[in-house]
C-alpha cells in the first residue's frame, strides 16, 4: 500500500541505549522530516532531508543521527537516549518541500526511562 | 525558533458555530499549510496558500493571507462534532528555504 510508515509505534528503553526509529515511504517524495512532539512546544524539526544522501539539521538536531541512502527509507537515530529526548515522533514526506503538502506517518511514542 | 505561532491555543464551541483559528509569523514566507491533527494520529494536510495568494476554500474551510500583517486564518463553518481536532499551520522562510515548521497549534473542542 502507498504511504508513508513509522516503526515501532512504541518503544521504551533505558537511558544511555542508542534506539533506532524507522520510516518508510512508497512515493518517492525527495523531501524527508523528522519532527518530535511534545507538550507546550508543539512540533519541531529535528533534521530533513531534500533527497538521498542529503541530510540537514533543523531546529533542535543535537542527540540525534539520521541517514538517507535509499530515497524511500529515513531513519533517526538516538545514540544515548536521555530522559529529555522522551517524546512523540513524526516523520513526514514531501515531493518538493513546503511548496507541496507533508504526508505524515503516525508516529512513534518513545519512553525513555 | 518557531516562525508560525496559532491563536488561540484552545477553543471550544457548539456544533454547527464557525470556528476561526490564526497564525502569526515572523519572517516573509514562500506558503503557509494548515493542518488537523486528530488524538494519537499523524497530522494530516487541509490548505497550502502561496504567499501570492489572499484566499483558498476546500469544502467548509476557508484560508487567508494577509502577508502586509504576517498572518493567516483558518474558517471552519458549520463546525461538526467529527471537527474536534488540533489544528497546526506551518510556514516556511523566504529566501531559498522550503522547509516547514510548525506551531504550538490551536486544540479545537466541538461540543455535539
Known amino acids: 500500500d502507498a504511504g508513508i510508515t513509522q516503526s515501532p509505534r512504541y518503544k521504551i528503553t533505558e537511558t544511555g541505549r542508542q534506539v533506532t526509529l524507522m520510516c518508510h515511504q512508497t512515493?518517492?517524495?525527495?523531501?524527508m522530516f523528522w519532527y518530535r512532539q511534545d507538550l507546550g512546544h508543539g512540533l519541531r524539526l529535528i533534521y530533513y532531508s531534500a533527497a538521498a544522501d542529503i541530510t540537514d539539521k533543523g531546529e533542535v538536531p543535537d542527540g540525534y543521527v539520521v541517514s538517507r541512502s535509499k530515497t524511500e527509507n529515513f531513519p533517526l537515530t538516538l545514540e544515548s537516549a536521555t530522559r529529555s529526548q522522551t517524546s512523540v515522533y513524526f516523520c513526514?514526506?514531501?515531493?518538493?518541500?513546503?511548496?507541496?503538502?507533508?504526508?505524515f506517518g503516525n508516529g512513534t511514542r518513545l519512553t525513555v526511562t | 525558533s518557531q516562525q508560525g505561532e496559532e491563536d488561540p491555543q484552545a477553543l471550544s464551541i457548539q456544533e454547527g458555530e464557525n470556528a476561526t483559528m490564526n497564525c502569526s509569523y515572523k519572517?516573509?514566507?514562500?506558503?503557509l499549510q494548515w493542518y488537523r491533527q486528530n488524538s494519537g494520529r499523524g497530522l494530516v494536510h487541509l490548505i497550502l496558500i502561496r504567499s501570492n495568494e489572499r484566499e483558498k476554500h476546500s469544502g467548509r474551510l476557508r484560508v487567508t493571507l494577509d502577508t502586509s500583517k504576517k498572518s493567516s486564518s483558518l474558517l471552519i463553518t458549520a463546525s461538526r462534532a467529527a471537527d474536534t481536532a488540533s489544528y497546526f499551520c506551518a510556514t516556511d522562510a523566504s529566501g531559498g528555504s522550503y522547509i516547514p515548521t510548525f506551531g504550538r497549534g490551536t486544540s479545537l473542542i466541538v461540543h455535539p
Open positions: 512515493w518517492s517524495h525527495s523531501y
Open positions: 513526514a514526506s514531501s515531493e518538493s518541500g513546503s511548496v507541496s503538502p507533508l504526508h
Open positions: 519572517t516573509s514566507i514562500n506558503n
